[in-house]
C-alpha cells in the first residue's frame, strides 16, 4: 500500500491505495508517532493518555487493488471501506509523518523515554513524511521530524516525502506495475501541495494495478 493524500490544516485526513488484492479481515495500523534510531516516540500518539494509537483499519470484505481508502476525522471519525479501532493521530501542520504497518509496536522502557515505541514485533509497511524539510536520519526525531523506521527506505519507494506543505494529494500516474506506481507516488513533482485545506473529492480515487505480463483496464 502507499499513502496518496493528506490535510493537516482544518480536518485531518488521509488515503491510500492497495497495491494489491486485501482478503476480508486484513488489519493495517496508521501512526505519526515519530522515530529515532529505530525507537517511536510514545507520547505522540501510540502511548498518549487520551485516545492511544494506533489507528487500525480492518477490511470487513475483499479489497480489490486500486482501491482507495480515505480516513476523515471530522466531526465522525471513519474510514470511507472497513472498520475501525484505535485512537486516530493528530496530524501537525509544522511536520509529520504517517507510518502504516501490520503487527504490534509495543512499550519497552529499554528504549528510554520518550523513546519507548518499541517495533520488534512489528512489519513495517510504509511511510509518507510531509510538512518539513524531509526524512532527517541525524537530529531527527522531535514530534515534527523524523527518521526512516527499520524495513523502510527511500531507495524502495516505501519511505516518501511529499513536499514542505500542510496539505497534498499525489496526481502523478494512476496506472501501471506496483514498482512503477511506487516510484511514481515516491516523486514530490507529482503531488499538488497548499497551504490551504484540499478539498477531498480532488484526491485519487481509484488506480490502475498492471499484474506481470497482462494489462488491467480501468473504467
Known sequence: MAVVAYNTAGTDSFAWVALRDMPQGTVIHFTSSSVSNGWFRWGDHLGRAVAPG????????????????????GTQKCWSVGSLSGGAPVLSSSGDQIFAYTGMVASNSAGRAPWIGDPAQALMVYGLNFANEGWDNVTGGGPNTSFIPPGLSVEACTAVHAGNQRNAFYAGPCSGTVSRILAAISNSSNWVTHVDWINPNQWPVKFGIKPTGTFLIVQ
Open 54 to 73: 494506533p489507528l487500525t483499519w480492518t477490511s470487513t470484505n475483499l479489497i480489490k487493488a486500486g482501491s482507495v481508502i480515505s480516513w476523515i476525522s
